[in-house]
Structure formats: structure tokens, C-alpha cells
């Protein structure tokens, strides 16, 4: 299981610890209250509770494993006291939640498992008419036929429980790979831009180098020229080279806007795009510089299910959610690029908060703000 799927399943488990844990705890303590006779009964009854509670609080903590046994111990010895002893119908409380989260996560055999536990139930249950002279129909509904019952129906609702965390695991899991996929996209892309640079460089130096060659001795005035010519190619490349390294060769924004809603949705990342100008020439590279490195932060770093992209004639805008409740991590490629923007008198702010992440480059305005469009 991936660290994101158990994040997410924490989540949900911790959803269902706020909404349910009130109800548990309530119910069990109101049956133990107006179905008890002497502090002894509501004890015995009290500690079945008690064992429910600690075992629904380790199941949403993910720790159930370690206090299975013992609490299923506990709440079926509760359930049998309840029948023989204190002659409480209501005492199957306990084992009604401790057994039903049990049994659906059990490696194997869980069709056999709550069988057995329903079983034990009915058959607990049906061993009050050995302690009892009491109507013989009202003692089978009351220990037998509704214990069971209520037994085998929570038994049951936990089997789509534990299936819909399966697929919650499972379509995390596949949100991470095509996360990764989209990154690993991205990584050829930058060396299809990398052999753009130096394939058709090397290719027309080897040719140089090689009619330099011919024309040393025939020609060295010539020969002089393309030597010259391959040391100012090598240059220029080895410039583009650091250009692209440093996220500063220049880009087309329509392009990387393409790209970036490419990527996203690869991701499995709802995109919206927002354009209320064309950017001005001036400020569409850095833009696009922008747009690049968050969408790599955002596919590497975050749990985006949404983005959302605003563009303007002066700027960008780009917020997602699913951002880890942090203090604002040290910026990387994103501080570089801050420092080109203010270079060029613009402003780069990144902020962080309430699970969304914000980063937006503004330009000041050449002249009257352009009218929205759509």
C-alpha cells in the first residue's frame, strides 16, 4: 500500500471515528444503564462496551490487529454472561461491533467467519432456557433471533465497508501511478528539449570537424573559419544547454498552457482554465516558466484533485487544493524563478494555506487593463 492510499484511508477512518464514535458510545452506555439491575451486571456489561469502543478506536487508527483478540475474548464472555447471568438480551452489544470489524478483514475464510460468529451468537443465546423458566418465544426473539439478526446484519454492511476502502486504495494507487507517469513525461519531454539542443549541434560539428580536416592542408585560411565557427556553435550550445537546465529557454505559453492541462488530466487532475487576456510578448516566457515549474510541483508534491489556471495580459495564476497541512516548504526551482520575475519587475508570491496552494507571477501593466473575454 502506498503512503498516499494509507493517508487517505486514515482520513476516512477518522471521518467515521467523529460520526460514529458518539453513536457507539452512547448506545452502549444507555443499554447498560436501562438494562441492568445491580452495579455487578453493569460492570460485566460496561466492560463489553468498553471493549467495543477500544476495538472501533484502533480500527480507525489502523491498529486493530493488536486488540482483536483480546476485546473479541471479552465481548463474547460479556455476551454469555449477559444470557446466563445477568438475563440481558441486550448484553450481544459489545460483540455486535467488535466481531463485524473483525471478520471482513480477516486474510481468509471470512464467508466461514461470520457464519461462526452468528452461530455463537444463536447458540450463546439459546442457553438462557437452561437458567430459565421464562415463555419460551419471547426468550428465542430476545436471545436468540434479534441478537443473531442484529449480529448478521452489521456483519454484513461491514463486507461493502471493507470493499469500498479497497477501492478507495485502489484508485489512489492509480492516481500516484498516472502522477508519476505524468512526471516521467515530463522528464522526456526535458530530454527531447535536451537532444533538440545537442544532437543537431554535435551532428553539424562533426561535419566541420571533418572538412576542417580536408582543408588543414589545402586551405588553412578556411580551415581557420570553421574552427572558429564549431568554437562559437560549442558556445552557444553549451549556453542553451544552461538555459534549459535552469528552466530559462525560452518557451511558448500557449504551448506549456497545452501541456500543463495535458499532464493534469493524465493525472487524473480536474483542470480549469480561466484566459481573460493574451499575455503580453514581453512576459509570456516567463509565464510559461512559471506554469512549467508549478505543474511539476503540483504533480510531485501534492494531492491535487483540482487546478485551477487564471491568465491575464500582465500574469498567472495557479491554485490547487490538496496541499499537506506544513508550513510552507523551502522553494526550489520556484525561489529561482521569483528572483528572474522581480528581475524583470514583476512579483511571484506562493502561499499555503487551508489545504490549497497558490502560486501567482504579476507584471506591471504597459497601459489600460484589456477588457475580459471569453
Not at 448484553?91 to 480477516?106: D, E
Request: hydrophobic content about 45%; glycine content about 10%; overall charge negative.
Amino acid at each position: 500500500m502506498s503512503d498516499i492510499s494509507e493517508v487517505t484511508r486514515g482520513r476516512l477512518r477518522r471521518l467515521n471515528l467523529i460520526m460514529v464514535f458518539p453513536s457507539i458510545a452512547v448506545g452502549g452506555v444507555l443499554l447498560v444503564a436501562l438494562d441492568t439491575e445491580s452495579w455487578w451486571d453493569a460492570a460485566v456489561l460496561g466492560l463489553g462496551v468498553l471493549a467495543a469502543l477500544l476495538a472501533f478506536v484502533s480500527w480507525t487508527a489502523g491498529g486493530l490487529a493488536r486488540v482483536a483478540v483480546p476485546c473479541l475474548v471479552v465481548t463474547a464472555g460479556v455476551w454469555l454472561f449477559g444470557v446466563l447471568v445477568a438475563g440481558s438480551g441486550k448484553a450481544v452489544f459489545g460483540l455486535s461491533v467488535v466481531g463485524p470489524l473483525i471478520v471482513p478483514r480477516l486474510p481468509r475464510g471470512r464467508g466461514w467467519a461470520a457464519a461462526g460468529l452468528v452461530a455463537y451468537v444463536a447458540l450463546a443465546g439459546a442457553t438462557r432456557f437452561l437458567v430459565t423458566q421464562d415463555d419460551p418465544r419471547g426468550v428465542l426473539i430476545e436471545f436468540v433471533i434479534v441478537p443473531a439478526g442484529v449480529t448478521a446484519v452489521v456483519t454484513g454492511l461491514m463486507f461493502p465497508n471493507k470493499r469500498f476502502y479497497d477501492v478507495v486504495e485502489e484508485l489512489d494507487e492509480s492516481r500516484w501511478r498516472e502522477a508519476e507517469l505524468a512526471v516521467v513525461r515530463e522528464r522526456m519531454r526535458f530530454a527531447s528539449d535536451l537532444h533538440d539542443i545537442q544532437g543537431h549541434t554535435l551532428h553539424v560539428v562533426k561535419l566541420k570537424v571533418a572538412l576542417a580536416q580536408k582543408l588543414v592542408h589545402r586551405d588553412p585560411g578556411r580551415a581557420e573559419q570553421e574552427l572558429r565557427e564549431i568554437h562559437s556553435l560549442v558556445g552557444d550550445t553549451i549556453a542553451q544547454t544552461k538555459e534549459l537546465a535552469y528552466a530559462q529557454r525560452r518557451l511558448n505559453l500557449p504551448a506549456e498552457l497545452e501541456n500543463a492541462k495535458n499532464l493534469f488530466e493524465a493525472a487524473g487532475i480536474e483542470v480549469h482554465i480561466r484566459r481573460v487576456a493574451y499575455a503580453d510578448t514581453g512576459v509570456s516566457e516567463l509565464l510559461g516558466q512559471v506554469l512549467r515549474e508549478t505543474t511539476t510541483n503540483i504533480l510531485r508534491h501534492a494531492e491535487a484533485e483540482e487546478v485551477r489556471i487564471t491568465l491575464s495580459g500582465t500574469g498567472i495564476s495557479i491554485v490547487n487544493d490538496g496541499a499537506p497541512n506544513t508550513p510552507l516548504p523551502e522553494l526550489g526551482g520556484l525561489a529561482v524563478l521569483g528572483q528572474r520575475v522581480a528581475d524583470e519587475g514583476g512579483t511571484l508570491t506562493v502561499e499555503q494555506e487551508d489545504g490549497r496552494f497558490l502560486t501567482a507571477a504579476a507584471f506591471p501593466s504597459p497601459g489600460p487593463d484589456p477588457q475580459e473575454t471569453r
